[in-house]
């Protein structure tokens, strides 16, 4: 089992950064990859990025390539998803989760640990 907790949302404006934080406890020595998720009520979830176990493989999706990098300290179990030139339309909540799977197609719709998620507005 694997606890998931976001933070690191807020209010920006339209061109500037965030960076996200997903800090995760595992009840499990299984190695598991983490990816990002954004979502507003009334429409589906996005897949957005995902990193493997080990921090070396990352992928990520058309729409946030070249803006959007995540990364992990492993050391911290926390991956981190620095968002730059961020745009009104980014506004969501974002949500971390986790599953054994890597996952590395733009149709992923996620594993089976989730956090709570953390909203991030951007003004325009």
């Known amino acids: 089992q694997v606890q998931l907790v976001e933070s690191g949302g807020g209010l920006v404006q339209a061109g500037g950064s965030l960076r996200l934080s997903c800090a995760a406890s595992?009840?499990?020595?299984?190695?598991?990859?983490v990816a990002w998720f954004r979502q507003v009520p009334g429409k589906d979830r996005e897949f957005l990025a995902s990193?493997?176990?080990?921090?070396?493989?990352?992928y990520y999706v058309d729409s946030v390539k070249g803006r959007f990098t995540i990364s992990k300290a492993t050391a911290k179990n926390t991956v981190y998803q620095q968002m730059n030139s961020l745009k009104p339309e980014d506004t969501d909540v974002y949500y971390c989760?986790?599953?054994?799977?890597?996952?590395?197609?733009?149709?992923?719709?996620?594993?089976?640990?989730w956090g709570q998620g953390t909203r991030v507005t951007v003004s325009s």
């Open positions: 990193i493997d176990w080990t921090g070396r493989s990352t």
């Open positions: 595992a009840r499990t020595s299984s190695p598991y990859a």
């Open positions: 989760e986790a599953d054994p799977q890597f996952a590395k197609t733009s149709g992923y719709l996620g594993g089976p640990y």
